[in-house]
């Protein structure tokens, strides 16, 4: 730990799954088009650029959020531990916020990699307005597939609240 004024704050990264094929055995094994997988390799590059490497992710179960968090690990070259949460899969925005407070403490970097609606609302909910306009606005008009909001949280991962968290940036792929 370095020592200075006040503790660094922890990085969020709450990403939407990247496209993913029409259909599948069943909807869990729906699997990314290439697109998707494209644009969740732009993404990782994207993060590690701004310099954020997670130490941990968050990833739903599913075939296509599974492949999302491989392919960003593949853009950014990140080392993180994975925990695949069939929990996430069908999570509100409450019980993924849920998830993201068990958290180990130990933890300053995490990515949670789920669907819509959830990572939208979930996003929308944590942003307490005083971040990155830009970024802001961009989130306020989508959160198409493979699109990320990335967020410092001040304190504890227990303690994160509803309107807690400061927007830093946000990446949507290019159409």
């Known amino acids: 730990m370095s020592e200075h004024s006040g503790p660094e704050p922890r990085q969020l990264v709450v990403v939407r799954h990247g496209q993913a094929e029409p259909g599948g055995e069943t909807d869990l094994a729906r699997e990314l088009a290439q697109r998707g997988w494209d644009d969740a390799v732009q993404a990782g590059r994207w993060l590690a650029g701004k310099g954020l490497a997670p130490q941990a992710a968050l990833v739903s179960a599913a075939r296509r959020t599974t492949s ?30 849920d998830l993201v407070r068990e958290t180990d403490a130990g933890v ?61 940036g946000f990446h949507a792929p290019s159409v």
Do not use: C
């Not at 491989?70 to 993924?96: D, H, I, K, R």
């Open 68 to 97: 999302t968090w491989l392919a960003l690990v593949e853009g950014g070259s990140f080392e993180a531990e994975a925990t695949y949460s069939e929990s996430l899969y069908n999570a509100g925005p409450e019980t993924a916020l």
């Open 108 to 168: 300053t970097s995490l990515v949670v990699v789920g669907h819509n609606p959830t990572m939208a609302y979930l996003a929308q909910l944590l942003d307490d307005g005083t971040g990155d306009e830009g970024a802001a606005r961009d989130m306020a008009v989508g959160f198409p597939t493979g699109a990320l909001a990335w967020f410092e949280v001040q304190g504890g991962w227990g303690e994160l609240e509803l309107a807690s968290a400061r927007l830093v």
